[in-house]
């Protein structure tokens, strides 16, 4: 598994939201941008929507890089199965339910950065060629965008990716199900730790090229309206 950059730009709270209130005679103009701004939030939901984030989701090939990965013929599993037999008996992790939750979206102090925390979820269900489902584990993940106005050669604002990457510490895995007594703490442990090391750059790596097709594809006008407002550093007016 191709290794993913560090990340180390430390990230404002994803649920403080800045809000303005314009005065009364605010400009139609100026209305106009405020409610553009507002679609914000819907409109990059729906666009990851569109771009099938959910089935990609619902598609990762965790299996397949957990038995290759590890820089030996067994695996990354296969690494622990000396000590945990039961994990050479894994034929199947399966995904379900997987959901994109609300958005979350915050502006640098400055006003110039746009953040957008992207939070999912799923559950994996581990199934073993012995008793079948091992076990089912609630996954969920954030991951966090920044959004930048810059201007090229002709003078020209744009819309632009800046880092993307999982946000640290997110990652939460909790045991939804299990075999009772017959799944052993070690099991467990061993399991949600190569998740822990394979899980975020694998979804990082599928869900941020999602993101520059769905700033391809917004609104004319509610990119000008948020690109406006990132170089001129206004604080935004979100709805939630």
């Not at 076990?135 to 969920?140: C, D, I, S």
């Not at 991951?143 to 819309?159: F, M, N, P, R």
């Not at 949600?192 to 090391?197: R, Y």
């Amino acid at each position: 598994l191709p290794s993913n950059p560090s990340f180390n730009r430390s990230f404002p709270d994803s649920h403080t939201i800045k809000e303005t209130a314009f005065p009364a005679e605010a400009s139609q103009e100026e209305e106009t941008r405020t409610a553009a701004r507002t679609s914000g939030k819907p409109a990059l939901s729906n666009g990851l929507l569109s771009e099938g984030v959910l089935g990609i989701l619902g598609n990762l090939p965790l299996l397949d890089i957990l038995k290759a990965g590890g820089n030996t013929p067994s695996g990354l599993l296969g690494k622990l199965s000396s000590t945990i037999p039961l994990l050479n008996d894994i034929v199947d992790l399966q995904i379900t339910d997987p959901q994109l939750l609300e958005l979350g979206l915050v502006q640098s102090p400055d006003g110039h950065r746009l953040y957008v925390t992207i939070p999912l979820s799923l559950v994996l269900n581990v199934k073993t060629s012995v008793v079948g489902s091992l076990l089912k584990l609630a996954v969920k993940l954030n991951i966090t965008v920044e959004l930048l106005a810059v201007k090229d050669e002709q003078g020209k604002s744009h819309l632009v990716l800046g880092d993307c990457t999982h946000s640290p510490g997110s990652l939460k895995i909790s045991l939804l199900d299990g075999l009772g007594p017959l799944v052993p703490q070690d099991l467990l442990d061993s399991i949600t730790g190569v998740l822990d090391n394979v899980l975020p750059g694998l979804v990082q790596g599928k869900v941020c090229p999602l993101v520059n097709e769905v700033l391809s594809h917004l609104d004319v006008t509610l990119v000008h309206s948020i690109v406006d407002a990132l170089i001129q550093g206004q604080e935004f007016v979100i709805k939630v």
